[in-house]
């Protein structure tokens, strides 16, 4: 064999190798714990997370149902864009495979093209976990490697005709449908250690909601949505929320030739 045709052939079978080699794509999917699944003891400790005790208390709304659009991460609140889907944990199906021309409602997208897909169902949080996650249909979606401290709901884009995008209702109240004041909510950040994506890994992101002060009764109730007057005001504030992550690894992230 000729020099030249020997180095030829070397680099094939190393690219070749190489290749075999390659760490696979991390991925994520995504999935939602209502509390009230839970048999806590009264007065005794919820569900620790990030080392926040989140419980489900009778003073929950009997109703808290959002338009949920999709899910992501962000190591930072700076980072305010999607910007190639690989954050994305979430993407409802409605959204037909992309975010950008997605929204509550008609209208304009931000990209200045017209709004194609919309999502009109409700996503029920007070459902139990095993209903809510089979009315989510969350598929597994590609991940960006990295260290992430937020996770971030979005409920809509522009919304531009002003669609209802939450609803709520505490006892036998009336359910009360709104347009958000934001279409996009943000969960207290990680503080203990950030969720870590790796290549290889397929990651599980545990989204649990603390409904301990959602809602407010009495004449000095405050929240985000009241009604009723005097000692009768009721008054909504969307719950905090946090996360967990549950990572395997991809005991085929390394092929064999």
Known sequence: MHAAQKLSFLTLLALAVGGCAQKREATVDFMITNLADFDFEPGGLGLLVDGRNFLAVPTGPSVLGVKLMAAYLLEDLEDEEITDGR?????????????AHCDASDGTARDGEAV???????????????????????????????????LRLVMCRANDAGASTLRWAEGLDTVRELEWSSCELTSARLEKKPLEISAGEKTTVEMVL?????????????????????????CFTFPAFSFRAYSETDATDETED
């Open 210 to 234: 603390n409904y301990s002060e959602a809602v407010s009764v009495g004449s000095d109730a405050e929240g985000e949505d009241c009604v009723g007057s005097g000692a009768g005001v009721k």
């Open 87 to 99: 954050l994305l944990v979430y993407l409802n199906p409605a959204c037909d495979g992309s975010i």
């Open 116 to 150: 194609e897909s919309i999502v009109t169902d409700w996503t029920d949080l007070t459902a139990s976990s095993s209903d809510i996650n089979a009315s989510l249909g969350a598929t597994e979606l590609p991940a960006l490697r990295g260290k992430y401290r937020y």
